[in-house]
DNA sequence: GGTCGTTATGTTATGATATAACCCTTTAAA
DNA sequence: TTTAAAGGGTTATATCATAACATAACGACC
């Protein structure tokens, strides 16, 4: 298990990155996941940064790249690395960005600044309990849940 | 306060609406909004069922009605009414529900059934303990969070 | 009531996001 | 080595959302 590295802080995110893409290839070995060039590129693109990209940002760099140039070669690699879990969709961002903890099953909760746009992923393994008291009263079966959190991280409420 | 309505189980909807919709007058007159035509009519649509709808639906009601037919028309009363918590925006869907507990002050979150397209809103207060204390640990401020549950209701498992 | 800044509503045009449908290539299984 | 399934490229189109501008209605004030 690595170390918490608080996306918001600067760290060594070379290190970071690769640490994901560490345990990214040991779940591809387990899972023979087929991660195709274009698939794992598109990977290496999000974990870049820890901000969202959106299709059409991950697709100028894949075509720089000398991947296909139309939208469905975005958005297959990434559809796939999501299917997979290995990146998640930030609706409220129209955008993708790396999953933080691959193969840990967590149902995926984001922290996102308003003001630096950077994206926390948090760890947390279970449903929200008062969504789960509301899901038994409506005798709802919860598959999955999003949760997105809008505000400021640290850092930018600093600067202000 | 009103008897609780399933949202997925069949009700008298019209008094649910009803309901709602009495306490939104109570609202526009508490805080003196000015809820034109427009924005009266895009609410009573979106509670004319428990499914969100998109703004292009809306805009299509509205036209019928004599609104303007652009789709500027739909989105800036739908703009409105999500700003003054009249109304949700729900991102999974690309859609728009109008706010079941209108004054209420709450977080809203959200059970989506992939079945019926039917959307319960859940009137949980605060935010996530487990997103709490990710944002503690973070050093990040949140000022809105978004819960969206995809699952199936009872009643379309019961059909399955 | 008339003036005037603000808010609201309509328009045209365009931008941004996402998918359908088709064709050929690659992969891995029989 | 044949063959079905999955991948990856294309063109075209669907869907969702906003920018920019013009006119009309409102409401505070004199
Ligand atoms: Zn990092
Ligand atoms: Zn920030
Ligand atoms: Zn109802
Ligand atoms: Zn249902």
């Given amino acids: 298990m690595p170390a918490f590295q608080n ?4 760290h060594d995110h070379a290190h970071c990155a690769d640490d994901v893409l560490a345990r990214v290839r040991v779940i591809v070995q387990k899972n023979k996941l087929r991660l195709t060039p274009v ?3 598109t990977l290496e693109i999000l974990l870049e940064s820890h901000k969202a990209l959106g299709a059409y940002e991950v697709l100028e760099r894949l075509a720089a790249e000398g991947f296909g140039h ?6 297959r690699a990434l559809d796939y690395l999501v299917e997979q879990g290995l990146a998640h969709r930030i609706r409220r961002l129209n955008g993708f960005a790396a999953c933080m903890y691959p193969g840990a099953d967590h149902e995926p909760a984001f922290l996102i600044c308003k003001s630096c746009d950077k ?4 760890k947390g393994s279970a449903f929200d309990p008062a969504l789960n008291q509301a899901a038994k009263t409506h005798g709802f079966h919860i598959e999955r849940s999003n949760i997105e959190a809008m505000g400021e991280c640290a850092s930018c409420k600093g600067v202000l």
């Avoid at 994206?119 to 948090?122: C, L, N, Q, R, Y």
């Fill in 119 to 122: 994206v926390a992923e948090t």
């Fill in 7 to 10: 996306a918001f802080e600067s």
């Fill in 70 to 75: 139309q939208p469905p070669v975005a958005y």
């Fill in 39 to 41: 698939r794992q590129r």
